[in-house]
């Protein structure tokens, strides 16, 4: 028996910010989404790379305020392309932590924190 990768569901409230979160700030593609009729809370799935996430307005998916750490293989590269798209409500930092990653974290409009990484998994 094999376990295979995750995929987090984030709470989210609103689309729009949604969108220009994860597809305008953080580059993210929108592979699908769903609503079983017009009017009703929204689900979809973005990506980048390897990296996959589901966005859910649906109640009782998720609780804000989740946290998660993505690796990723040129953390400087992303912290400069996260700092050159002038996102109006974050502004990350990459931070060198006490035990040797360099990391950059950023909240989304919903609470969620997601921490970009350049530890590698053992």
């Not at 949604?18 to 079983?36: I, K, M, N, P, S």
């Not at 912290?79 to 950059?104: C, F, I, Q």
Request: proline content about 6%; charged content about 25%.
């Amino acid at each position: 028996m094999r376990l295979s990768s995750t995929t987090p569901i984030l709470r989210i409230f609103d689309e729009d910010k949604a969108r220009e979160f994860y597809v305008q700030f953080l580059g993210f593609q929108v592979d699908w989404e769903h609503r079983f009729e017009p009017g009703l809370p929204l689900y979809l799935q973005v990506s980048r790379d390897a990296c996959v996430l589901h966005l859910s307005e649906h109640h009782g998916d998720a609780c804000p305020g989740a946290a998660m750490r993505i690796e990723t293989s040129d953390i400087e590269a992303l912290h400069m392309e996260l700092a050159g798209r002038r996102y109006g409500n974050a502004r990350p930092e990459l931070e060198e932590t006490p035990w040797g990653s360099k990391d950059v974290t950023v909240k989304d409009p919903f609470g969620n924190r997601l921490t970009f990484t350049d530890a590698v998994s053992t």
